[in-house]
């Protein structure tokens, strides 16, 4: 490219635009800054989830293939008929295999805290059968049926058919969250 020739007006103008110039030591051009900035820990807050009740429950110990089943007082038989043959769908699922039980309760926990806020009717919890526990007596399945019957939102579960994991899984009715008003399901 040829250099083109300025007339002595355009560059005084030029100069007058741009201003008082400072002379660079160096012709490269630093992006990034060679400091990161300092990393500050995100504060953590304990997360607690309403539902549980501190009751101690009686409830007989199940075994591998044995079936989950629960009505909360005051709801016809039949919500559980309709619940154990799919009649409600299920709108979220969880699988809590491998979780050790203190993970799979907090687990659940905010599982069932979020689907109750987003307004879930029946939702689908994988809890497994349990083959690889001692004794023959599954730990989470066991867990899970003492923590369903203990929750004040769980209106209903039971196992589900083999398609959906048979007695490995459960599905659970909820209440309808408190923001989506007084519809009562017509079944009841």
């Not at 699988?95 to 039980?101: A, E, K, V, Y």
């Not at 690889?132 to 004040?152: A, E, M, T, Y």
Request: hydrophobic share 30%; charged share 25%; aromatic share 10%.
């Amino acid at each position: 490219m040829t250099k083109k020739t300025l007339s002595a007006e355009d560059s005084a103008l030029f100069r007058q635009s741009i201003g008082e110039v400072k002379a660079l030591d160096s012709n490269t051009l630093i992006l990034k800054p060679n400091k990161k900035p300092k990393p500050y820990p995100q504060n953590k807050t304990v997360e607690t989830f309403k539902g549980f009740e501190s009751s101690a429950l009686e409830v007989e110990p199940l075994y591998q293939e044995d079936s989950l089943s629960f009505i909360a007082p005051g709801l016809q038989k039949n919500v559980l008929k309709k619940l154990r043959k799919g009649y409600y769908g299920f709108d979220a699922s969880i699988d809590l295999h491998g979780l050790t039980s203190q993970e799979a309760k907090h687990q659940l926990s905010r599982f069932l805290h979020f689907s109750i806020e987003d307004g879930f009717r029946c939702v689908h919890i994988i809890h497994g059968k349990g083959y690889g526990s001692s004794s023959n007596q599954p730990v989470l399945k066991n867990d899970i049926n003492i923590w369903l019957r203990q929750h004040s939102e769980v209106q209903a579960f039971c196992s589900t058919p083999s398609k959906h994991g048979g007695t490995g899984a459960v599905f659970v009715l909820l209440k309808l969250s408190a923001k989506y008003g007084e519809q009562e399901d017509p079944q009841y």
